[in-house]
């Protein structure tokens, strides 16, 4: 049984800053690739960060590059996005996301495991 929870979720303007988190149990989370997506009503889910098993590989939208920034404690099972000068187009559910794969990936097909997701409002 994999658990995922993420947290941090909420209400922001423009230009805010918010922070998720997402605790993985139940899986050798060292082994797992973590990514972020989010979606919008009516939207297919959309990939926005991705990290490596050992954080030494990242991969971000290009709508999000510059803005957020993901990172992983391995210690923690624990993987956290920083969001930066949020946007009102940053609306979303957003969902944490764990895949077996070696590499980061941007199709939602390859995830295997997923939170149970945390909104972001950002109002302008």
């Known amino acids: 049984q994999v658990d995922m929870v993420e947290s941090g979720g909420g209400l922001g303007q423009t230009g805010d800053s918010l922070r998720l988190s997402c605790v993985v149990s139940?899986?050798?989370?060292?082994?797992?690739?973590m990514a972020w997506f989010r979606q919008t009503p009516g939207k297919e889910r959309e990939f926005v960060a991705g990290?490596?098993?050992?954080?030494?590989?990242?991969k971000y939208a290009d709508s999000v590059k510059g803005r957020f920034t993901i990172s992983r404690d391995n210690a923690k099972n624990t993987v956290t996005l920083q969001m930066n000068s949020l946007k009102p187009e940053d609306t979303a559910v957003y969902y944490c996301?764990?895949?077996?794969?070696?590499?980061?990936?941007?199709?939602?097909?390859?995830?295997?495991?997923w939170g149970q997701g945390t909104q972001v409002t950002v109002s302008s």
């Open positions: 139940g899986r050798t989370f060292r082994a797992t690739i």
């Open positions: 990290i490596s098993w050992n954080g030494g590989s990242t």
């Open positions: 996301a764990a895949s077996p794969r070696g590499v980061v990936l941007t199709s939602r097909n390859v995830y295997d495991s």
